[in-house]
């Protein structure tokens, strides 16, 4: 791994045939949304195995839905950063064919990449225990109560909580643009979470080059990484970027 300047980065990813983005909750970190481990955070006084286990939700979805209640209100305000739009530059310019994200909040959608693979869901739906039936999720009416469907099931946010699969279609067409990438671009991840921090190593063994934007070193930067662009998204991304463009 060597410490880079922009170009070198950038000129790994204008030189590439595909070029993937890998996204985790530090993308989002300066749209207003906490990661997992700031202080301070929604995840400190709802604790993940309490709230966000799906045996929890099952035990009881009243209890858990305060928490989305919660999180529903912080996502209403929030809005795409420097980072976002950024990534949505490249995809315009050409240059990022896909961003897998492990996010839910839906700021790259907004942010405008068209092909966003939802690697953990999107809190933007709802999706029916019994029945299976998938609605949009409209937070200024939510109720801090878990909804039910017309069927009479429980509904749940359409997200994958901790002890469930990662649906097929997702995980499928995520490892089939980790194994084709010959650039990944991994920004705010922990590489804690799996199987999505098994994706940057599938495509570094099918022979990608490793770009990584984070605040601080991670699994990844000491065994895959390339090139580590060390700083917040919202301030490295639009220089990896306008060097792209520079280069194209
Ligand atoms: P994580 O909380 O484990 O790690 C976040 C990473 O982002 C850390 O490595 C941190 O150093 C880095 N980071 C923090 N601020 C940054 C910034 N400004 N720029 C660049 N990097 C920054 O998050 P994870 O690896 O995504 O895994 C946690 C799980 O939590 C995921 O499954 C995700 O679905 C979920 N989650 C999602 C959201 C969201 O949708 N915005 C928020 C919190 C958690």
Redesign the pocket.
């Known amino acids: 791994m060597q410490l880079v300047s922009f170009s070198d980065a950038a000129r790994a990813i204008a030189g590439a045939q595909k070029v993937v983005a890998v996204t985790?909750?530090?993308?989002?970190?300066?749209s207003g949304?906490?990661?997992?481990?700031s202080a301070g955070g929604l995840?400190e006084r709802y604790p993940i195995e309490e709230f966000a286990t799906i045996h929890a939700f099952l035990r009881d979805p009243d209890r858990v839905w305060k928490l989305w209640h919660e999180l529903g209100q912080q996502l209403l305000s929030v809005e795409p950063n420097a980072?976002h739009l950024a990534l949505a530059e490249l995809e315009r310019l050409g240059r990022l064919d896909a961003v897998i994200t492990?996010?839910?909040?839906n700021?790259h959608q907004r942010a405008g990449n068209t092909r966003v693979v939802e690697y953990?869901g999107n809190?933007r739906r709802l999706i029916c225990m019994s029945c299976g039936r998938l609605e949009p999720l409209e937070f200024d009416t939510i109720a801090p109560a878990a909804p039910r469907c017309a069927c009479g099931g429980v509904q749940k946010p359409d997200v994958v909580f901790f002890g469930e699969m990662i649906p097929h279609e997702a995980m499928n067409e995520a490892e089939a643009l980790a194994q084709t990438a010959d650039a990944v671009l991994i920004?705010?991840?922990?590489?804690?979470?799996y199987p999505?921090?098994g994706l940057p190593y599938t495509a570094k063994e099918h022979g990608a080059t490793v770009i990584e934007?984070?605040?601080?070193r991670?699994d990844f930067t000491d065994t895959i990484t390339d090139f580590f662009l060390e700083?917040?998204?919202?301030h490295m991304l639009p220089r990896l970027v306008q060097e792209v463009s520079r280069l194209l």
Do not use: K, M
């Not at 985790?24 to 300066?30: I, R, T, Y």
């Not at 934007?213 to 601080?216: A, F, G, I, L, Y």
């Open positions: 985790g909750a530090g993308a989002s970190v300066e949304i906490p990661d997992f481990r995840w980072g492990q996010n839910i909040d700021l953990h809190a920004v705010g991840t922990s590489a804690q979470v999505a921090a934007c984070n605040v601080e991670t700083g917040p998204a919202g």
